[in-house]
């Protein structure tokens, strides 16, 4: 076979995979996807983009270990959830999703941020993060922020998943619910004054939030 022929076949596709794993994805709105300002955030697979600065996204991204989006200079706040899979103890891989968890901060142009937190290394520890995600982001290996909860988004997306009426809890007999304490989580007191509310409140409720 021709030299140079047993080169492409050798060479091509390692080639193309090393572009794909450099592939950017660009999070910023249309009107700012030609501009060449852009900051770089750069994730671990394990890690997806539920939104940006409220705004939900839905990416399908190509396997590599980390990957690397665009965003516009300025401020931001992007939620975060851990979603992988990962074998249990009988060896059968399972989904395992976190909650939402959000970051706030500055983007200059041209810096490069990236998001880092504890991976898990067994199952069990996964099944943990799934309630306990905690995120940092760094620049030029500087810690900037860690991620917060955020109660309300984490209602609205369950809402938004579910018409109002379907939702589970709606089923159920509301005199048997008791009212949370004041120490308890702000998610606690939106669920209970929903399953309390009448149609009207929750549409109210549906509209305020998506403002």
């Known amino acids: 076979m021709n030299e140079k022929i047993i080169f492409l076949i050798i060479i091509l596709p390692l080639a193309i995979f090393a ?9 910023r709105e249309n ?8 900051a770089i955030l750069a994730a671990p697979i394990e890690l997806d983009i539920i939104h940006v600065n409220r705004r939900k996204h839905d990416i399908i ?4 270990e980390t990957i690397r989006y665009s965003i516009a200079p300025g401020n931001h706040v992007i939620g975060l959830q851990y979603n992988d899979m990962v074998a249990n103890e009988d060896d059968i891989k399972e989904t395992i999703k976190s909650n939402i968890v959000e970051l706030s901060f500055n983007a200059e142009k041209g810096q490069i941020y990236e998001l880092r937190f ?4 067994s199952f069990t520890e996964a099944v943990a993060l799934s309630s306990s995600l905690e995120v940092s982001l760094y620049s030029n290996e500087k810690l900037l922020t860690t991620s917060s909860n955020n109660d309300l988004w984490q209602l609205s997306s369950a809402v938004s998943a579910h018409q109002a009426s379907s ?3 709606d089923e159920q007999n509301t005199d048997d619910i008791p ?7 702000p998610s606690k007191h939106l669920i209970f004054w929903w399953k309390k509310a009448n149609e009207s409140e929750k549409q109210d409720f549906l509209q305020a939030i998506q403002e």
């Open 179 to 185: 009212q949370p304490k004041a120490s308890d989580r």
């Open 167 to 169: 939702l589970d809890f």
């Open 61 to 64: 991204t190509h396997y590599a």
């Open 31 to 38: 009107k700012q996807k030609n501009s060449p300002d852009a």
């Open 118 to 121: 504890d991976k898990p290394n």
């Open 19 to 27: 572009c794909s794993s450099q592939t950017v994805i660009d999070l």
